[in-house]
């Protein structure tokens, strides 16, 4: 199993930048591949930026150009580096991981990009 911690949403003007977070119960290396999937209000769930355990990344083309995914293998964590937000960037944004067959989910943290 795997738990995630996620961190780092918040109210940002557009324009802004955040940075999301998320914290792994186990070493990401042994993860099949870990991401950023978010969901708007109405709107079903959509992927926003993966990368797997070699370390091959894949970002939505919403996003591209704006978001970067990265990782920090000693403290077992996935960012999402969010910049130039713009108001379509609301939602409630989830980390997940690909495990063993399984997918699990963080609470998620909730970013909202208005004036």
């Known amino acids: 199993q795997v738990q995630l911690a996620e961190s780092g949403g918040g109210l940002v003007q557009p324009g802004g930048s955040l940075r999301l977070s998320c914290a792994a119960s186990?070493?990401?290396?042994?993860?099949?591949?870990m991401g950023w999937y978010r969901q708007a209000p109405g709107k079903q769930r959509e992927m926003v930026a993966t990368?797997?355990?070699?370390?091959?990344?894949s970002i939505a083309d919403s996003v591209k150009g704006r978001f970067t995914i990265s990782r920090d293998s000693a403290k077992n964590t996935v960012y999402l580096q969010m910049n130039s937000l713009k108001p379509e960037d609301t939602a409630v944004y989830y980390c997940?991981?690909?495990?063993?067959?399984?997918?699990?989910w963080g609470q998620g943290t909730q970013v909202t990009v208005s004036s």
């Open positions: 997940n991981a690909f495990f063993i067959g399984s997918n699990y």
């Open positions: 186990r070493s990401i290396f042994s993860i099949n591949a």
């Open positions: 990368i797997t355990a070699a370390g091959t990344t």
